[in-house]
């Protein structure tokens, strides 16, 4: 499955906003009203008229994809309530165009996982928003600058994810908060909490807490390798990858291992990754950070096996 591609351009002076309208090119999105594109292979649809949905989304009670959203319930009319209802029904990677009739405008959601990032840029005439910055140059809005303090701070900590980008002007929106573009009178809501989701029930012993862990990661983990396809592991021999490698091999999933690593010790995880690997039973592709190999074009095959090794 490729990225989901979409941009949604919002008019900053509108008197009411309604859902938008769908439009064939990125260049059509600035307009008098709220308009979205979406590339041909990115999956959307409206529900119940309430909202438009883009992106993969699963039931929470089956773990299975859905074509479309079930319809909100009937007395959803703000778009913090479509919201909520949104996050209690399914899951997945999404993003969620709310209409509120209550005030005449829409809310934004973007699924609590983060799994896809929307991409805010505010210009004197529309609030944008996209699945890739690259996409507000196409609106026909100038391509926001490099912001250096912000690169600055991303090299320092590249592993910390922030609001803040690169660039000037842009913004991440937080996922699992409803943003309410032209109100800001009104801040956005939170509407994803995760006391809302812890069990409820007795306390079980340990056996009993590994069988619900394995029960819930084996579904979740097979409802995105049926809709993604094959799938390759980053494997560290730690818990998480582990975990993601058992889920995959309980539910009959084809998979394989990859592993980076430096020629530095520190950073070098492929003993670890191959012991994993060769306990499922699947290939373990290895590549070796090189900077050296930056310019240079480098034509080499992996090596047969269970386990493949190449300088990259």
Known sequence: MKPLRFILA????????????????????????????????????????????????????????????????PDCTTAGATARYLVTKVWGGYFAIIEDRSKGHIGLLVDPSGLLPVYHLATPDHDLYASDPRLFARSGTPGPPVSYLALHAHLLKP??????????GVEELAPG??????????????????????PSAQILDFE??????KGLSTAVIQCWSESLGKASVAASGGVDSSLICAALSHADQRFDCVTLA???????????ARRVADWFDVRCAERVYDPGGVGRKTDQSAGAGSTSSARD
């Not at 438009?52 to 319930?73: A, D, K, M, N």
């Not at 430096?262 to 670890?272: A, S, V």
Request: hydrophobic residues 40%; proline residues 10%.
């Open 159 to 168: 592993e910390l994810r922030r609001r803040v980008t690169c660039l000037e």
């Open 262 to 272: 430096t020629l530095d010790p520190t950073g070098d995880e492929r003993i670890y």
């Open 208 to 213: 009993e807490y590994a069988d619900q862990l």
């Open 177 to 198: 908060v409803l943003h309410l573009p032209g109100m800001p009178e009104e801040p956005p809501q939170a509407i994803w909490h995760a006391a809302d989701f812890l």
């Open 10 to 73: 919002v008019p900053r002076r509108a008197a009411n906003y309604s859902l938008p309208s769908i439009v064939e090119t990125p260049e059509q999105v600035c307009t008098a009203v709220p308009a979205l594109w979406c590339d041909s292979e990115t999956p959307w649809h409206f529900a119940n008229g309430r909202c438009c949905v883009i992106g993969v989304v699963f039931s929470r009670g089956t773990f299975r994809r859905l074509s479309s959203v079930v319809e909100p319930v």
